[in-house]
């Protein structure tokens, strides 16, 4: 008869003891670790990005206010006299005013209180321009310039520059406010239009002979 035996060997292989588990768990916990540190800045850099690209762009600054063009233009008349001409004056600066251009270089005309026959005016601060009334005086050291053919007298104020013309019919009166620098380049397309409108007449200075 075949003799069935039961063995209480155990299977083939390393043997775990107790001491093994510490070490285990320590190794296991330093894994969980490494694996973590390296986990949080690559979520954070991936968070970080696409805040970014769900982030709208800031729009880009606007130009600037420059010299010519620094903030708001008035566009309201401009308060200017205008005393009761003299018939033949009176068709002069007619004359004058019905030529002069809607710009002085790039100054653009403002309408006038009073008397838009005989007077105009042209951006902000404004540039004036006024027909008729009395020629200045000049004195012996006052100055005197010729621009395109018309004589001009210059009385320097504390804020503008008054130029006066000395050798026409009727005379002509352009004030330029200091922030426009150099009035006499203001005058120079103005000159045109005294010229083409307005009839030399008198004597002219010695100054403005030449």
């Known amino acids: 008869m075949d003799e069935i035996t039961s063995s209480t060997e155990s299977p083939a292989g390393p043997e775990t003891t107790a001491a093994d588990a510490p070490r285990r768990d320590r190794t ?95 951006g902000d601060p404004a540039l004036t321009i006024a027909c008729g009334g009395a020629e200045p005086e000049p004195g012996d050291t006052d100055d005197v310039w010729v621009v395109n053919k018309v004589c001009w007298h210059a009385a320097e104020g504390p804020d503008a520059t008054v130029l006066t013309t000395l050798d026409r019919e009727t005379a002509v009166r352009v004030t330029v406010p200091r922030t426009y620098g150099s009035a006499l380049q203001w005058v120079s397309p103005i000159s045109d239009v005294v010229v083409a409108s307005v009839p030399s007449g008198g004597d002219s200075p010695g100054g403005c002979v030449g």
């Open 28 to 122: 296991n916990r330093s894994a969980a670790l490494l694996a973590t540190l390296v986990a949080v800045p690559v979520t954070v850099a991936v968070a970080g990005f696409t805040f970014a690209k769900l982030t709208p762009d800031a729009p880009a600054a606007g130009p600037g206010p420059t010299a010519t063009s620094a903030g708001p233009r008035s566009t309201a008349p401009v308060e200017m006299a205008a005393p009761r001409l003299a018939e033949r004056p009176e068709t002069v600066c007619r004359a004058l005013t019905s030529q002069l251009p809607p710009t002085v270089r790039d100054l653009a005309q403002r309408p006038v209180t009073a008397g838009p026959e005989q007077n105009a005016a042209y």
